[in-house]
């Protein structure tokens, strides 16, 4: 691992000892669907995080413009990543070591992502091994309204594959260079990555943008333009690894009461208390995942 990883560290030791960063505790089971062995958390309390996002609604409806990152918390810094972007920890962090990839300025999370976000991104994701995330939108399960790129380390559960998704990922079929996974029963685009772009962290940003691109272009959307900054046409979730990218474009966010963002579709997902997760087990991530999507997966 680079000198990121590092300072990950130091950054989090820092900011917890002085209170900055205040973790959500967590219990979690396996739940088995569609050959994915899912990873469930299941939060003890979220009484912290629930009260500051009801402050900043209340901020928000009174006409305060709102932005945790603008300024930003300074014992959660982690390190100036380009001149384009920083990165921070994240504050209410479930995972261990969860990073957020800001932009210095204000973007709306809402905006499609820049070859500049990619070149972030890589450059973060080319020191250890991580699952990079983009929830495009509200519906797709993002709560701040400034453009952040996320990352937690690799693997994502205790056991099992380093993404619980991944057994799937092996019988993709492609056409053109973009895919689908046959197990996932909701419309996705999906496509590999050449192994050596890693060490090659802009070279790999110039190429998964321009497979961003052509997956929005499949899915029917909007596509980014290197010239000017453009607004989505409809929410989605994108997962980039350094083996793949998984694109799913959302239709609402909540299954029944649950919340789902783009890590679900990694095979992780985030239950409030035990009636959400027998809720879950009752009806399946799978289906979870299918409700909170579209129908179809053709390429």
């Not at 899912?38 to 209340?58: C, G, M, P, Y």
């Not at 937690?152 to 991944?166: H, K, M, S, W």
């Not at 996705?188 to 050449?194: G, S």
Request: hydrophobic content about 40%.
């Amino acid at each position: 691992m680079g000198t990121l990883w590092q300072k990950i560290l130091r950054t989090t030791d820092y900011a917890l000892r002085n209170g900055a960063q205040l973790p959500i505790p967590t219990d979690y089971e396996f739940v088995e669907d569609g050959d994915v062995r899912f990873f469930v958390r299941i939060v003890t309390s979220l009484q912290r995080k629930d009260e500051e996002r009801k402050k900043q609604q209340e901020e928000l409806m009174s006409g305060t413009k709102v932005n945790p990152f603008l300024p930003y918390d300074e014992k959660l810094f982690v390190t100036d990543i380009s001149e384009t972007h920083i990165a921070l920890l994240n504050k209410y962090n479930v995972v261990d070591h969860h990073l957020l990839i800001i932009t210095r300025y204000f973007e709306e999370q809402e905006s499609l992502l820049t070859l500049q976000d990619f070149e972030a991104l890589w450059l973060c994701m080319a020191e250890y091994e991580g699952l990079g995330f983009y929830n495009g939108g509200e519906t797709a399960g993002a709560s701040q309204r400034h453009k952040h790129i996320q990352v937690v380390p690799l693997p994502l559960a205790p056991d099992g594959p380093q993404v619980p998704i991944n057994p799937l990922l092996a019988e993709a079929v492609f056409e053109n260079g973009l895919g689908i996974v046959p197990g996932f029963d909701f419309l996705h685009v999906f496509a590999e990555l050449e192994s050596d772009l890693v060490g090659f962290p802009l070279a790999a940003a110039k190429k998964t943008f321009d497979i961003y691109s052509a997956m929005l272009g499949k899915m029917g959307m909007e596509i980014p333009s290197s010239e000017v900054l453009k607004k989505q046409e409809s929410p989605y979730c994108l997962l980039v690894t350094r083996q793949w990218m998984l694109l799913v474009p959302r239709s609402v966010e909540f299954f029944d009461s649950i919340s789902i963002n783009s890590l679900g579709f990694a095979g992780a997902l985030l239950v409030r208390n035990r009636d959400q997760m027998d809720f879950l087990k009752k009806h399946g991530p799978m289906n979870a995942l299918k409700r909170v999507a579209f129908p179809g997966k053709n390429i």
